[in-house]
């Protein structure tokens, strides 16, 4: 059976890994999540990992990069420094000034279909956040938690997200809707406690989701059907 849980409370893209996010209205869903999303990368050149990507864990400062997308453009042209300097995205002076502060060698890579943690789409309804953040004694927004889609529940509920695994989130009316399957719940790692505007540690948030909910707090998903999602758009779910 489907049924209505709730609305698309906010839509966020992650153009540059690691660095801050960009609300949007609207998004095209692609079958590698949301088109622009994760596309380009820091790659550290002296990391022989299968993970050289450069992310806030290691650079917190990385989230105080704002790119900056151009007119009718998916992936951003320019970053922003912390400083308040457009600077063009794939140019030498933004290399420098990472490098400046990581203090070591990378480079701005693009990866056609994106370079995600454990899948390409991440969810979080408002009710989780604030309970996370009741309990740690801080007010969060969202963009803590770096998800891609924000749900404001018709009925509150804590949590609520780890019900739907398993199940099937749609996007608006019709049989041809956007669709994600749910494919298992967010355990999280110490990002949760940087300040998305700041950087600043905060301890306090992880601490409160362990208390709570065993280190989880929201979903990860594949697409299963693609098409336009919008904020204010119903949410669906099918067990």
Request: proline share 6%; with cysteine.
């Amino acid at each position: 059976m489907t049924v209505q849980i709730g609305t698309i409370e906010a839509i966020f893209q992650y153009p540059v890994k690691s660095m801050a996010g960009v609300p949007r209205m609207s998004a095209r869903l692609g079958w590698n999540g949301l088109e622009g999303d994760r596309r380009l990368a820091l790659q550290r050149l002296q990391d022989s990992s299968g993970m050289p990507w450069l992310t806030a864990g290691k650079l917190p400062d990385l989230l105080r990069y704002t790119p900056r997308t151009g007119e009718g453009e998916e992936l951003p042209t320019h970053v922003r420094t912390p400083e308040g300097q457009d600077l063009p995205i794939f140019g030498e002076e933004l290399t420098v000034d990472i490098v400046r502060r990581y203090r070591a060698a990378v480079r701005m890579a693009h990866l056609r279909n994106g370079i995600f943690d454990e899948a390409s789409i991440s969810v979080i309804t408002t009710d989780t956040v604030e309970e996370i953040g009741r309990l740690a004694g801080r007010e969060l927004e969202p963009l803590q938690f770096r998800p891609n889609l924000v749900v404001r529940l018709r009925e509150a509920a804590t949590f609520a997200e780890d019900k739907w695994v398993g199940g099937r989130l749609s996007f608006g009316e019709g049989n041809d809707a956007p669709e994600i399957a749910v494919t298992l719940r967010d355990i999280r790692c110490g990002m949760v406690n940087l300040d998305p505007y700041s950087a600043q540690p905060h301890p306090e948030v992880m601490k409160a989701i362990v208390r709570a909910n065993d280190n989880h707090a929201g979903i990860y998903a594949a697409v299963t059907r693609l098409g336009q999602i919008a904020v204010g758009q119903p949410v669906f779910h099918r067990a």
